[in-house]
């Protein structure tokens, strides 16, 4: 079974440039999570989508991230303008929505990792 | 709101020596908690988690941890490591009917040999 893909791993952009991440979760996984794991700190979730609606987007900042995805199936999130702060590594994971589960597992991709100038 | 604190930032062991990996976290709720290893280049693993039942579980690889509700904690051990278990450990929670993640700031584990 494939794992969560993330493109691209990389990537340095100067501050108030756009930049966009893009994954795609294990096929049949409804839930797609985007975290922000700022260096020596742990994953902050940002956005949690249940196929193609948004459950919980309380820690995303608006003014400058958005998300989405519109199939239900790949995700894209956008920063625009960046800021030298969003430096960090953003990783998305997905998990098999199972009502009969006490808690889905969420499986990560590798990650891409944000450097702003 | 939830929190976890991971007390060591790092922790450097001997190779086969036994290891503890401290967490502790805070909620006014029924939370479930999980570890989950971070390899160098690598994106986050499930480790183990503790949902319902026997406080202590363990991992395919030798870890275990152990819930203890009265102390709000859910540390990491294994009696001894290897060089292959250098990682980075992030323990997080969730609350019981939601499937959001609360992480630690992680603990580095180096093995040195």
């Known amino acids: 079974e494939a794992g969560v893909a993330q493109s691209p791993r990389y990537k340095i952009i100067e501050k108030r440039q756009s930049v966009a991440f893009w994954c795609n979760p294990i096929?049949?996984?409804?839930?797609l999570y985007w975290y922000q794991q700022i260096l020596g700190q742990g994953p902050k979730l940002l956005i949690q989508?249940?196929?193609?609606?948004?459950?919980?987007d309380s820690q995303l900042p608006k003014d400058r991230f958005s998300a989405e995805r519109l199939k239900g199936v790949d995700s894209t999130l956008k920063i625009q303008p960046a800021k030298l702060e969003d430096s960090a590594v953003y990783l998305c994971?997905?998990?098999?929505?199972?009502?009969?589960?006490?808690?889905?597992?969420?499986?990560f991709g590798p990650g891409t990792r944000l450097t702003v100038l | 709101a939830q929190s976890v604190t991971q007390l060591d930032s790092q922790v450097p062991v001997f190779e086969e020596a036994p290891v503890e990996l401290r967490c502790n976290y805070s909620?006014?709720?029924?939370?479930?908690l999980f570890w989950y290893v971070q390899y160098p280049n690598q994106g986050l693993q499930l480790l183990l988690k503790?949902?319902?039942?026997?406080?202590l579980v363990e991992s395919i690889n030798g870890f275990e941890a152990e819930f203890n509700k009265s102390q709000t904690s859910f540390h990491l051990r294994k009696p001894s490591v290897h060089i292959s278990d250098t990682a980075e450990y992030f323990c997080?929670?969730?609350?019981?009917?939601?499937?959001?993640?609360?992480f630690g700031q992680g603990t580095r584990l180096t093995i040195n040999p």
């Open positions: 994971a997905s998990s098999l929505r199972s009502w009969a589960a006490q808690v889905d597992t969420q499986y």
């Open positions: 096929s049949g996984h409804a839930t």
């Open positions: 989508f249940q196929n193609n609606g948004v459950v919980d």
């Open positions: 909620s006014s709720v029924s939370v479930y």
């Open positions: 503790y949902l319902s039942g026997s406080t």
């Open positions: 997080a929670v969730s609350v019981q009917g939601a499937q959001k993640l609360v």
